[in-house]
């Protein structure tokens, strides 16, 4: 009888034994399973960046304006001649702008310096960037978000192939870009010293974020958003040494480009000379009905809040869709163009958008307020209040604004099953699956079109870009053929005129202001480049000979102003020389 059940105990320690052996083996393997979904995943969706990224690559540079700049800068950098305005016909004078970016590219531009045989390399910056901001996104939602895998992947995908910021990788040289990527890098270190369980890591960790949002500052003047969000947010987590720390780092970076800035800052002849925004204190652009253009006026305290209001209209109206649905307003051919804040009207779509992502946002702060949620309000606050065009501020906030979308639709989820008292779904990420799955079809549906017509330059509701570059590039070409290597050009686009022609310039804004020191500097030419089709000219300009006309939609034209000892008065009403005005048909 005792060998018996010995031989059951046996028996049954066996087949325990077995079960125990069989589910560790079920574990292994849906572990083995998972990783490999996983890496395979990780490898398509980095296949898809690269497919898109590459196919959408081309030779423009410049149209934006700021991106001649930041290459000019980046050029005077490489070339030995410091931080400066080459293009100004007297040397020396710093712009106002930060000098992050244009030091980044720099670094490429003294591998291969020869613009523009050099401007894909220049913008491997900023693709090589969006690679680091799908990583850093991929991290957010998953590290801090707490999200699953392969909702985390589509959405990092999602940001990483908006139109806007592909577009602004592939088709200009813009900052925007790496800012992004430094301003998600920023917030995953500070996120991780407020998570950091002991103090080396809270330290360390607080470091790297102060750095980071210094670097982000110093690549654009709106990541002061970055930084005064992050010391506040490790003060709310009460973090007092990890919040000290980051200060301490945000000053160290910051402190030298504010104290250098200060002391070479332009003075007004200086100003007077250049005349446009690349000169302007932010504190003066701010005051401006429109920032940099000083004929467009000045408001006082008063007129704050109706600027702020139209700001917050047109992003709700407008830039919310224009970010997350595109291919619906306008044509694949003009991709990413939205940028420009071209487009048609989205009021529908883009106030529901602008609704649920109101409502995300205010789910996410009832349950907890992280640093994403402070950056996002204040640069959103920053947006409303500057007098610029608010889509490219919004293009850093997409993995937040996804968020707040995709958040929203839980909410709405989890109250519609409350109220129906009905099970929990076996699945509770799949409608956000769909949703992100939906806007990222959108998302290569758009690239997939724009890849395959990217030889068509026929209008589409605007002209395609590299058709608008083209019919630049022709002006350009007129300049540096026909005119003479010491003449000085006025333009609204004064670093484009010199990156491709050699020729010194100076901005264009307001002529009747500057007429009379624009004749003690000789400038000789003016030179309507754009990418909006330019008016015919007016009285005023009518008096001197259009030297030049583009054969494009876009009539660009070269104005020829003569010399300076009998040049005509810009004053349409002056009785002094016979008026050449003549109406382009």
Not at 385 to 398: G, M, V
Not at 459 to 477: G, S, T
């Amino acid at each position: 009888m005792a060998k018996s059940t010995n031989i059951k105990a046996q028996q049954t320690s066996a087949n325990k034994t077995s079960s125990a052996n069989a589910a560790n083996e079920t574990t292994a393997g849906n572990e083995r399973r998972s990783s490999t979904f996983t890496i395979a995943s990780l490898i398509a969706g980095l296949f898809l960046f690269c497919a898109i990224y590459t196919l959408r690559l081309d030779r423009v540079a410049g149209l934006f304006v700021d991106d001649a700049w930041y290459v000019l800068l980046a050029k005077s950098l490489a070339t030995g001649q410091g931080y400066q305005l080459m293009n100004s016909p007297s040397p020396g004078l710093l712009p106002i702008y930060p000098p992050g970016f244009p030091f980044l590219v720099s670094l490429v531009y003294r591998l291969w310096p020869d613009f523009p045989s050099n401007v894909i390399l220049l913008k491997s910056v900023s693709v090589l960037a969006m690679l680091g901001v799908g990583w850093a996104s991929y991290k957010h939602f998953k590290t801090d978000r707490k999200w699953p895998h392969l909702l985390s992947l589509i959405c990092a995908l999602v940001v990483a192939l908006a139109p806007g910021l592909v577009f602004l990788a592939t088709s200009s040289v813009m900052s925007e870009c790496v800012f992004t990527c430094v301003q998600l890098l920023a917030m995953l270190a500070t996120e991780s010293s407020a998570r950091a369980e002991n103090e080396k890591s809270q330290l360390r960790n607080a470091v790297f974020g102060g750095a980071l949002a210094a670097i982000a500052f110093l690549t654009r003047s709106i990541g002061l958003a970055v930084v005064g969000a992050g010391f506040i947010y490790l003060l709310k987590e009460r973090k007092w040494k990890p919040a000290a720390v980051f200060a301490i780092a945000v000053l160290v970076l910051v402190t030298p480009w504010m104290l250098y800035s200060r002391a070479h800052r332009p003075t007004d002849a200086q100003r007077a000379e250049q005349n446009g925004m690349i000169v302007q204190e932010y504190s003066t652009t701010l005051w401006q009905r429109k920032a940099g253009d000083t004929s467009s006026g000045t408001i006082g305290v008063s007129g704050l809040p109706d600027r702020m209001w139209a700001n917050a209209m047109k992003i709700a109206s407008n830039n919310v869709a224009m970010i997350f649905a595109p291919p619906l307003y306008r044509s694949p051919k003009i991709s990413g163009e939205e940028t420009l804040e071209k487009g048609t009207e989205t009021r529908v779509l883009s106030y529901l958008l602008s609704l649920m992502m109101m409502l995300g946002f205010a789910l996410t702060v009832r349950r907890r307020i992280m640093l994403a949620e402070l950056v996002t309000a204040f640069t959103l606050l920053i947006t409303m209040l500057w007098p610029w065009d608010t889509f490219r501020f919004l293009l850093p906030l997409i993995p937040f604004l996804l968020y707040y979308l995709l958040e929203a639709i839980r909410g709405i989820g989890d109250f519609t099953q409350q109220k129906l008292e009905t099970k929990p779904s076996a699945h509770p990420w799949r409608a956000l699956l769909v949703a992100a799955g939906l806007i990222l079809t959108l998302y290569v549906y758009d690239h997939t079109i724009y890849i395959a017509k990217r030889s068509d330059l026929s209008r589409a509701e605007y002209l395609p870009w590299r058709a608008i570059f083209d019919e630049n590039q022709e002006a350009l070409n007129w300049i540096r053929e026909k005119t003479s290597e010491s003449s000085i050009v006025a333009s609204l686009n004064p670093a484009l005129v010199y990156l491709y022609t050699g020729r010194k310039s100076v901005a264009s804004d307001n002529p009747e202001a500057n007429w009379e020191n624009w004749k003690r500097l000789n400038v000789r030419y003016m030179a309507y480049l754009s990418v909006y089709p330019v008016g015919d000219p007016g009285m005023s300009e009518g008096r001197f000979d259009q030297a030049y006309r583009s054969k494009g939609p876009l009539k660009l034209r070269i104005v020829d102003l003569g010399g300076k000892e009998n040049r005509l008065p810009w004053n349409p009403y002056s009785t002094t020389g016979s008026i050449k005005f003549e109406t382009f048909k």
